[in-house]
């Protein structure tokens, strides 16, 4: 009798394999046999003494579903895990074919979705059995119906991994708002497996307003000025947008921020916040920030910081500065009573009261023989000291 080990390190998948001993000098299986594959692998057997012979053979996993000799006896019995047998043959065998039949490829899990965002996500799968043979692709397939399949033209396959484990890669190119099916696979030889179907649903993309932020000199007082006339307004996943709040930081009584709306946007202002709201396009409500405007008929001088963050019912952008406003004190003006009066000639003071040392470029007097409120489109002595001189006076003001 002849035992023959064979050692399976079950690690590799061919469908049918078989294994033939070329006969010794004597007819056996004697010292220097070699045993030959017709799958894909060789294996060589090394006797380590007449009559014994040893073979090692590896493969790619551990799904053998069945594994039988044309000669002898196996032992032990084939069975699931087992890796280690040997082969008693009798001394008149010349060969022996060993056959092997491949399992099934076995995903065991499809991974949960990860680091989801609104155009990417992180996919994982675990194949636990290659079936017994050489693995020809794996990965995961994804799409927006139930149970992609490959070759389905609106499924994505992202190809990852290259043997038994648990792999993971990150997807892009995904559709904010949108659910995901998602199903691991892998191939092999014989023909393929999908593991589990999971599913995900990518979030929301929020709007998003850019602006460089201007710096302006207001006069309190003064008529209102324009202060957003840069803002732009972009929502990549939605066409219409609910709400854009403007916040003026540091408002004091008598600060008013005001838009001209029109279609389907209104406006309100409380405080030190306008809201506007409304069913309205990107468009819209840039071109009404656009028309944005501060003043205030108070007295409380200083910075102002006026801010924007728009909103499409969802989520709402981060408040972005637009204009950081000085309001200033404006100069005041008092004329004084004319003294020294003659028959065509009077001395006119004035004060000018001047807080934030801004540069004057004019001054003076302007007055009139008709005009009760004399303009600068009446009579006009420029002198940058008082009191001045003037002729004819009648009705005199300073400017």
Known sequence: MCTALLLFCLVAATALNSYAGVAGKGGGLNAGSMLKS????????????AGALNKTKSFAGNGLSSLTISSGTLSPVFATGTTSYSATVANSVSSITVIRQSGPLTISATAAATN?????????YTLSDDGGEVVVEQGVIYGTSPNPTLGDGGDHVFFLGNDVGTFSGTVTGLTSKTTYYVRGFAENESGGSYGPQITFTTPDQAPVVTATAAAINYYGGFPAVSIASAVTITDADDTYLQSVTVLGANSLFGDILSVPVTGNLSGSFSGSTLTISGNGTAAQYQAALNALTFQTNGSQFG????????????????????ANINVIAPPTLTTAAATSIGQYSAVVGYTITNPANLSIS?????????NTTPTLADTKVTSFSSPITISNVFYPLTY
Do not use: E, M
């Open 116 to 124: 989801i965002t609104s155009n990417s996500a992180t996919l994982g």
């Open 38 to 49: 017709n799958g894909p692998n060789t294996a060589i057997a090394n006797n380590k003494a």
């Open 303 to 322: 910075s102002r910081t006026i801010s924007v963050s728009a909103s499409d019912g969802i989520l709402s952008t981060p408040y972005v500065t637009v």
């Open 362 to 370: 004019d001054q003076g007097i302007v007055y009139s023989h008709q």
